[in-house]
Nanobody
Framework: QVQLVESGGGLVQTGASLRLSCAAS????????VGWFRQAPGKEREFVAA????????YYADSVKGRFTISRDNAGNTAYLYMSNLKPEDTAVFYC???????????????????WGQGTQVTVSS
């Protein structure tokens, strides 16, 4: 049974930092690309960042580029999203997702991902 479990969300002030974690089980984690998405109230889910199987390639949405960093630890079956200089507009439920990926452009659309976590809330107060 595949499971992705996010953690690390919370309530922070503008300018603060948070690190989200995504712990995977039931898959050969190193065969999977990982993506982070977020969904704000009343808005559609949007792509945030993605990372290749070995971490050698990453891709970010323009809105988070330079502030967020995606990484992974294949030995620990965990992916991370480090978020700095948080803004109120970053408030959302953050989801991690994964899919087997071997070549080509990193997947950036939610329909391209096979497995999803339950999400973790990030709230940034002004």
């Amino acid at each position: 049974q595949v499971q992705l479990v996010e953690s690390g969300g919370g309530l922070v002030q503008t300018g603060a930092s948070l690190r989200l974690s995504c712990a995977a089980s039931g898959i050969t984690f190193s065969s999977y690309a990982v993506g982070w998405f977020r969904q704000a109230p009343g808005k559609e889910r949007e792509f945030v960042a993605a990372i290749s199987r070995n971490g050698g390639a990453t891709y970010y949405a323009d809105s988070v580029k330079g502030r967020f960093t995606i990484s992974r630890d294949n030995a620990g079956n965990t992916a991370y999203l480090y978020m700095s200089n948080l803004k109120p507009e970053d408030t959302a439920v953050f989801y991690c997702a994964c899919r087997e990926w071997y070549s080509g452009a990193l997947p950036r659309a939610d329909y391209q991902y096979m497995y999803w976590g339950q999400g973790t809330q990030v709230t940034v107060s002004s």
